[in-house]
Every structure is written in structure tokens, then in C-alpha cells.
């Protein structure tokens, strides 16, 4: 049994105290952005920074019961490139009893506006310092793409940091209010992971929907103490760019989503169905689809007293 499943949904005074307040939430909403206080102690990031150098070494706490076609997995063959592992909460106890704080389950739920928060995702991030390298670019994207199969426009994403992080390290970029863009120009390939795009087309593309806006396209890059976090909306833009600092920038990446999100049957255009990882890997509702509620895989990360949950 993960530490995910075990949660209790209450806080500390000194927890309480770090939530956002309404000003924060207020700036949520008009910017698709918010850099918390210090949500994880120094030891417990030092702890998850510990886990995962375990993780990286190949210690399981349970393997996947079948790989997805998309997964992210780096190992050592892979090389000093950037490295993009998923599922770690579900893979790791030891990174999942930092990870799944209910706080940071709490602050979530107050941007978002909802009673109840569970895990998404969970993609262990490792940017070496090596110069020039080109998987450390992240292009511009925005998450919801990926997530054409979840009900869900609440849905957002914590950025966690080992240590300080800052432009050197080619912190998280995000683009400011772009959550509140309408989208043009759609199109069956904008559900492709960003590693599958050319870089000058999505380039393009945030320029064409700024313009389709009547935006001007403003970078804020997130610098991030250590143990603290930023979170972003699942329709913001963001992207980050090389590590210039001689020290690999370490993180996870949290995606969350509300306790209402479920799947839905996304059409491509050559009739096709899109896909994401969990289909084949959580359990189905009796209607036959995938359970984005399957506490497997998706566990409760917050829940308001007295919300009614499915997990």
C-alpha cells in the first residue's frame, strides 16, 4: 500500500498558514501561475532528492503491471540527456511519502476551486548541466493538449524543485495569462508530446494564438526556493530552457487534477481515438472506460470534509 493511500485530510496551524490566500487564488485566475511558501521542509526535499538517486538506481517499491506506449522511463543507457520519468508516486514509496502531502493537495484545490484533489501524474525531471544539450529545451506547450481525454479545464500541474531554482538552471517558464487564451488553429498533432514536435512550429503556434488574442507574450520565469513549489493551469503555456549553472536541475513534475475529472472519448480526425497512459493501466467504470479515480494510480491527494469522493 503506497503512503498516497493512507492520507488523513486535515492540516497543522503552522499548514494552515501557508495556504493561499484570496488574493493569491485572485491572481491564479488572472494569470494561469502561483509560487507558494515553503510547502516541504528541508529534509523532506533532501529526502526526495535521496529517493530519487534510489530511483534512478532501479530501486522499485512495485513495477507497472504493463508499460504504456507513451511512458517516460530514462535509464542509464539513455545517456546524459534529459530525464523524463513517470509514474514515480506509484513506482516509489519512499518518493510518494514526501510527494502526496495532503498540503500541498490543499493549495491545489484552493486555486482550482474544488473540494477535491487526486494525482494525475507524477514525471521524476532531470536537466544535466551539459552545454548544448537540445532535450534540455522544453518548447512552448500547454498540458491540456496531452489530456484530451480528461473532462476536466481545472486540472494544473506543481513544478518541485530539489533546491533554489532559477533562470541558470532553466527553471519552468510559464506564459502569463495564456491559460485564458482562445485557442486557434487545433489540430490532431497538438495532442502529440512536445518531444514528438518541432520546436520552431510550436514556437509558431503561441505566437499565432497570441495574435489570435490580441496578446503580447510575457516569459515569467518561476524562481523557485527550495521547498517551495509553482503551480501552474493546465491551459497555461510554458516551456524552459538550457541549464547553464554546472549543476543538474532536479524536480518533479505534479500534475493534479480535480475530483471531478473523468475520461471522455477524444475523436482524432482519421477516426482514431486519442489515448493516455492511464487507459491501460487503471481500472474501468462499469460503462467500460478508464477510471481517472482508480486510487492505484490516481490517488486522493485532498478532500474537503464533508466532499463525497468516487476513489
Given at each position: 500500500?503506497?503512503?498516497?493511500?493512507?492520507l488523513r485530510f486535515d492540516l497543522t496551524d503552522e499548514e494552515l498558514a501557508l495556504l493561499p490566500d484570496a488574493d493569491d487564488v485572485a491572481f491564479y485566475a488572472e494569470h494561469g501561475w502561483y509560487l507558494s511558501k515553503k510547502l516541504f521542509t528541508d529534509e523532506e526535499v533532501d529526502r526526495l532528492a535521496a529517493a530519487s538517486e534510489d530511483y534512478y538506481a532501479g530501486e522499485r517499491s512495485r513495477a507497472l503491471p504493463?508499460?504504456?506506449?507513451?511512458?517516460?522511463?530514462?535509464?542509464?543507457?539513455?545517456?546524459?540527456?534529459?530525464?523524463?520519468?513517470?509514474?514515480?508516486?506509484?513506482?516509489?514509496?519512499?518518493?510518494?511519502?514526501?510527494?502526496?502531502?495532503?498540503?500541498?493537495?490543499?493549495?491545489?484545490?484552493?486555486?482550482?476551486?474544488?473540494?477535491?484533489?487526486?494525482?494525475?501524474?507524477?514525471?521524476?525531471?532531470?536537466?544535466?548541466?551539459?552545454?548544448?544539450?537540445?532535450?534540455?529545451?522544453?518548447?512552448?506547450?500547454?498540458?491540456?493538449?496531452?489530456?484530451?481525454?480528461?473532462?476536466?479545464?481545472?486540472?494544473?500541474?506543481?513544478?518541485?524543485?530539489?533546491?533554489?531554482?532559477?533562470?541558470?538552471?532553466?527553471?519552468?517558464?510559464?506564459?502569463?495569462?495564456?491559460?485564458?487564451?482562445?485557442?486557434?488553429?487545433?489540430?490532431?498533432?497538438?495532442?502529440?508530446?512536445?518531444?514528438?514536435?518541432?520546436?520552431?512550429?510550436?514556437?509558431?503556434?503561441?505566437?499565432?494564438?497570441?495574435?489570435?488574442?490580441?496578446?503580447?507574450?510575457?516569459?515569467?520565469?518561476?524562481?523557485?526556493?527550495?521547498?517551495?513549489?509553482?503551480?501552474?493551469?493546465?491551459?497555461?503555456?510554458?516551456?524552459?530552457?538550457?541549464?547553464?549553472?554546472?549543476?543538474?536541475?532536479?524536480?518533479?513534475?505534479?500534475?493534479?487534477?480535480?475530483?471531478?475529472?473523468?475520461?471522455?472519448?477524444?475523436?482524432?480526425?482519421?477516426?482514431?481515438?486519442?489515448?493516455?497512459?492511464?487507459?491501460?493501466?487503471?481500472?474501468?467504470?462499469?460503462?467500460?472506460?478508464?477510471?481517472?479515480?482508480?486510487?492505484?494510480?490516481?490517488?486522493?491527494?485532498?478532500?474537503?470534509?464533508?466532499?463525497?469522493?468516487?476513489?
Amino acid at each position: 500500500m503506497t503512503a498516497a493511500r493512507t492520507l488523513r485530510f486535515d492540516l497543522t496551524d503552522e499548514e494552515l498558514a501557508l495556504l493561499p490566500d484570496a488574493d493569491d487564488v485572485a491572481f491564479y485566475a488572472e494569470h494561469g501561475w502561483y509560487l507558494s511558501k515553503k510547502l516541504f521542509t528541508d529534509e523532506e526535499v533532501d529526502r526526495l532528492a535521496a529517493a530519487s538517486e534510489d530511483y534512478y538506481a532501479g530501486e522499485r517499491s512495485r513495477a507497472l503491471p504493463v508499460r504504456p506506449p507513451r511512458l517516460a522511463a530514462w535509464q542509464p543507457s539513455d545517456g546524459p540527456v534529459q530525464r523524463h520519468n513517470d509514474y514515480v508516486h506509484h513506482e516509489s514509496d519512499p518518493i510518494a511519502q514526501v510527494l502526496c502531502k495532503p498540503l500541498v493537495g490543499a493549495v491545489a484545490a484552493l486555486l482550482a476551486g474544488t473540494d477535491e484533489i487526486r494525482v494525475f501524474q507524477s514525471t521524476l525531471i532531470l536537466k544535466p548541466a551539459v552545454a548544448g544539450e537540445p532535450s534540455n529545451i522544453v518548447p512552448w506547450h500547454f498540458d491540456k493538449h496531452y489530456w484530451s481525454t480528461s473532462t476536466s479545464e481545472r486540472m494544473l500541474t506543481a513544478f518541485v524543485p530539489f533546491h533554489d531554482c532559477d533562470e541558470e538552471m532553466g527553471t519552468l517558464t510559464v506564459v502569463d495569462g495564456s491559460h485564458l487564451w482562445r485557442e486557434t488553429g487545433r489540430q490532431d498533432s497538438m495532442t502529440k508530446h512536445f518531444a514528438d514536435r518541432d520546436k520552431a512550429d510550436l514556437e509558431r503556434v503561441l505566437a499565432e494564438n497570441a495574435a489570435f488574442n490580441g496578446a503580447v507574450i510575457r516569459k515569467v520565469p518561476m524562481i523557485i526556493p527550495k521547498g517551495h513549489m509553482s503551480f501552474h493551469h493546465c491551459r497555461a503555456y510554458h516551456g524552459s530552457g538550457p541549464n547553464r549553472s554546472g549543476r543538474p536541475r532536479r524536480a518533479i513534475s505534479f500534475h493534479l487534477q480535480d475530483g471531478a475529472n473523468e475520461y471522455r472519448d477524444f475523436a482524432l480526425s482519421d477516426g482514431a481515438t486519442a489515448a493516455y497512459n492511464h487507459d491501460v493501466l487503471v481500472r474501468r467504470l462499469p460503462d467500460g472506460r478508464p477510471d481517472y479515480a482508480d486510487p492505484a494510480f490516481c490517488p486522493v491527494l485532498w478532500r474537503a470534509e464533508g466532499a463525497a469522493g468516487r476513489g
